[in-house]
């Protein structure tokens, strides 16, 4: 069977999700140009059936983490007052500063992340280090290190914040296109019938 009609409007489900997904993006100033340019999707069909597949590039290890965020490990006590906008955003007050990503099934289990990442990263970008005074200091390995392991160690503790840059615009999209995506399917599955009727 051919799901012609299913696939146009699949298409374009795909094709909404794709650009809401960038724009939130741009708008919560999380943009990186890995997960921007990483996600796409691709409509596969075959004689049973039709599906989208999402694709994040090079980002497909940790697009879900920026989407979902991550709990920080630094704990919380339930007496800690949050402002308002600390608790729209879920954020808790922490000893470490606030725990991003409140709502998320990820969390941070020790104090701090995987050694090498962010040291990684830091070689990759074009960053310019400075101490604790804030003079700019040389890109040394000893400083790379160092910045790294305070990074990480922040990151691990605060956690990160929840975007759903992904997860809105999909149920958005779903919502609004699931009664055109059942009719499409119809109309293919009519269009079937007639054709073996008329063989």
Do not use: C, H
């Amino acid at each position: 069977m051919k799901f012609n009609k299913t696939v146009q409007v699949m298409q374009k489900l795909g094709s909404i999700v794709v650009d809401g997904a960038k724009k939130n993006l741009k708008k919560k100033q999380t943009k990186s140009n890995t997960l921007y340019n990483g996600i796409d999707y691709v409509v596969k069909s075959d004689k049973d059936s039709v599906e989208v597949v999402w694709g994040f590039g090079r980002a497909a290890d940790y697009w879900d983490f920026v989407d979902q965020g991550v709990k920080g490990s630094g704990g919380y006590s339930p007496r800690d007052k949050r402002t308002k906008e600390q608790k729209a955003q879920g954020l808790r007050k922490t000893g470490s500063g606030l725990m991003r990503g409140a709502k998320s099934g990820f969390s941070f289990k020790g104090k701090n992340i995987a050694r090498g990442v962010v040291l990684g990263w830091i070689k990759n970008k074009p960053l310019k280090l400075r101490n604790t005074q804030g003079q700019f200091i040389e890109k040394s390995e000893s400083n790379m290190k160092s910045a790294a392991f305070v990074i990480g160690r922040a990151i691990a503790q605060r956690g990160l914040t929840r975007t759903l840059f992904f997860t809105n615009p999909y149920n958005t999209a779903v919502d609004k296109y699931e009664d055109k995506i059942t009719q499409a399917f119809a109309d293919d599955l009519e269009i079937e019938i007639e054709k073996q009727f008329k063989d």
